[in-house]
């Protein structure tokens, strides 16, 4: 089983929120780590977009929109991101990310399609 | 502006050897972790290396023995030495400055 779990596909319509998971493994307590959270259209390199270990300690990066933000359901052991006023641009892959034991550990993905 | 340009990778046959480097402008590989992440065709990232300002270095276990990253200080520049590469090492390789900072990737394609 992957120690990071992404829905594979996702669809939402322009102006609508978007609430995307990343679950990890049982044994890897979403509440310990800092998630990080890219997006990555094609032919270019992933884009980092925040980072998110609870709400007095998170990070956006730099120049990307207030309307992307993070949090963690704890009781589903996931970490989320939230797009709010889905944007057509939005449509990308959209990857988690944990630092663990000196190495990253990427998810699997979510492709995001706005329609 | 930071820039990191990664060396142009090719076609290499399986058991080759390959050295990519990745130069930085605006941002001092020395003082900063660096990361190389591959994306297969298709695939999400996935981290190969990474290189800590303290010299420290550790490998994703698919490619520990035959992959060795470096970093020449006075060049700014990152290097990914690749041994014995492998048909499952085809991908889009990147070098990462801290979290943020991703260069274009260059494809290196393993095969006869």
């Known amino acids: 089983q992957a120690v990071l779990t992404q829905p594979a596909s996702l669809s939402a319509s322009p102006g609508a929120s978007a609430s995307l998971t990343c679950t990890l493994r049982s044994g890897f307590n979403v509440g310990t780590f800092n998630i990080y959270w890219y997006q990555q259209k094609p032919g270019s390199p992933p884009q980092y977009l925040l980072t998110y270990k609870s709400d007095s300690d998170k990070q956006q990066g730099s120049g990307v929109p207030s309307r992307f933000s993070g949090s963690k359901d704890a009781s589903a052991n996931a970490g989320i991101l939230l797009i709010s006023g889905l944007q057509s641009e939005d449509e990308a892959d959209y990857y988690c990310?944990?630092?663990?034991?000196?190495?990253?550990?990427f998810g699997g993905g979510t492709k995001l399609t706005v329609l | 502006e930071v820039q990191l340009v990664e060396s142009a990778g090719g076609l290499i046959q399986p058991g080759g050897s390959l050295r990519l480097s990745c130069a930085a402008s605006?941002?001092?590989?020395?003082?900063?972790?660096m990361t190389w992440v591959r994306q297969a065709p298709g695939k999400g990232p996935e981290w190969v290396s990474v290189i800590y300002s303290s010299g420290n270095t550790h490998y994703a276990d698919s490619v520990k023995g035959r992959f060795t990253i470096s970093r020449d200080n006075s060049k700014n520049t990152l290097y990914l030495q690749m041994n014995s590469l492998r048909d499952e090492d085809t991908a889009v390789y990147y070098c990462v400055g801290g979290l943020n900072y991703w260069g274009q990737g260059t494809l290196v394609t393993v095969s006869s």
């Open positions: 605006g941002f001092t590989v020395s003082s900063n972790y």
């Open positions: 990310m944990i630092w663990h034991n000196n190495a990253w550990v």
